[in-house]
């Protein structure tokens, strides 16, 4: 099976700009999540989204946004672009079908994002 | 309060060698689950072991072991026979479940720590 694809892998954009990303989950996951990693807060969670439905979303302003399409593709988008958005921009998969805490997430190779 | 704490920023150790990575959690979730990933310079995250809070027995996955102490709310990551493809960042994260239908999943990671394998 594939794993977890995103694109770009690499995207350079200046402040007041915006920006889409895209992930592709594992086949046959239903559950996308979307993670932002930097070197002075560490691994955060962004949102989550399951069969289309938005199902939780960490503790980021509006201007962070993504969806999930009916074939479990998800994008995520932010807006006005601030210099303290530059990340590795994590997206991770699973199945949601087994519903207990031992489910696993698989991530992408992520997409790094340097905001001039 | 950190849920996830991961007091070894960087960690050494020899090839062929035992190296524990520590990691302590706070939850008072009486159902949870803790991952143990691991980054190399390229970024992705892999995953390596998972351990639920009602396993009685320590995850085992190949050199990979969990060492979970739940009164301690300690769950170590024992790498035996370090090889040099071991280095890299490790990450142990905690995902807090609520059985209240269906949830939704989160994990929060600790700050990582940074393994380099000495040949």
């Known amino acids: 099976k594939a794993g977890v694809t995103q694109t770009p892998r690499y995207l350079i954009k200046t402040r007041g700009q915006q920006v889409t990303l895209s992930c592709s989950p594992i086949?046959?996951?239903?559950?996308v999540s979307w993670y932002q990693q930097t070197p002075g807060q560490g691994l955060q969670f962004l949102f989550e989204?399951?069969?289309?439905?938005?199902?939780n979303k960490g503790n980021f302003p509006g201007r962070f946004s993504g969806r999930q399409f009916s074939n479990s593709r998800s994008e995520m988008n932010v807006s006005t672009l601030e210099l303290g958005d530059s990340a590795l921009y994590l997206c991770?998969?699973?199945?949601?079908?087994?519903?207990?805490?031992?489910?696993?997430?698989?991530f992408g190779p992520g997409t790094r994002l340097l905001v001039l | 309060a950190q849920k996830i704490t991961q007091t070894q920023p960087g960690m050494f150790v020899q090839e062929k060698e035992a190296v524990t990575l520590d990691c302590t959690y706070d939850?008072?979730?009486?159902?949870?689950?803790l991952f143990w990933y691991k980054q190399p310079s390229s970024g992705e995250m892999i995953f390596l072991i998972y351990?639920?809070?009602?396993?009685?027995q320590n995850a085992t996955e190949g050199r990979y072991s969990l060492n979970f102490q739940k009164a301690r709310k300690s769950a170590n990551l024992v790498i035996s026979a370090s090889q040099l493809g071991d280095s890299a960042m490790y990450f142990c994260?905690?995902?807090?479940?609520?059985?209240?239908?269906?949830?939704?999943?989160?994990?929060?990671f600790g700050k990582g720590t940074k393994l380099s394998v000495i040949p």
């Open positions: 991770a998969s699973r199945s949601g079908t087994s519903g207990g805490p031992q489910e696993t997430q698989y």
């Open positions: 086949s046959g996951h239903r559950s």
């Open positions: 989204y399951f069969s289309e439905t938005q199902r």
């Open positions: 939850t008072s979730d009486q159902s949870y689950g």
């Open positions: 351990q639920g809070s009602y396993d009685e």
């Open positions: 994260a905690m995902r807090e479940y609520s059985y209240s239908g269906a949830g939704s999943y989160q994990l929060t």
